[in-house]
């Protein structure tokens, strides 16, 4: 089981080189089970940027369900930009 951070936008589907989900999906080859989840999706990590200001450092709280939320209406099964993923691996 690990995470990983991720908070830049995806370029293309043969990212092999940063801790993507292809990536990922690439090192974690040898392994018989592999699940990959997104830690969010595009409002998570708006709302991630917006408590680095003085209002939003308060409203952090807020802004975090908020975007959440958001991200659960309007969900993507693949984001092109998450926080980071979570895998669990099976050797």
Same mark, same amino acid.
């Given at each position: 089981m +690990?995470? =990983? &951070?991720f908070v830049f936008e995806i370029h293309d589907t043969y990212d092999y080189v940063r801790f993507t989900k292809q990536g990922l999906t690439h090192l974690l080859d040898d392994f018989s089970s592999v699940n990959i989840q997104p830690n969010g999706g595009k409002y998570c990590v708006i /709302?991630? /940027?917006?408590? +680095? *200001?003085? !209002? *939003?450092? =308060?409203l952090f709280p807020l802004l975090n369900n908020l975007g959440y939320f958001l991200? +659960?209406? /309007? #969900?993507?099964?693949? &984001?092109? !930009?998450? +926080?980071g993923y979570t895998v669990v691996? !099976? #050797?």
């Amino acid at each position: 089981m +690990l995470t =990983v &951070p991720f908070v830049f936008e995806i370029h293309d589907t043969y990212d092999y080189v940063r801790f993507t989900k292809q990536g990922l999906t690439h090192l974690l080859d040898d392994f018989s089970s592999v699940n990959i989840q997104p830690n969010g999706g595009k409002y998570c990590v708006i /709302f991630h /940027f917006l408590r +680095l *200001g003085v !209002i *939003g450092s =308060v409203l952090f709280p807020l802004l975090n369900n908020l975007g959440y939320f958001l991200d +659960l209406i /309007f #969900k993507s099964n693949d &984001p092109r !930009i998450t +926080l980071g993923y979570t895998v669990v691996a !099976i #050797k």
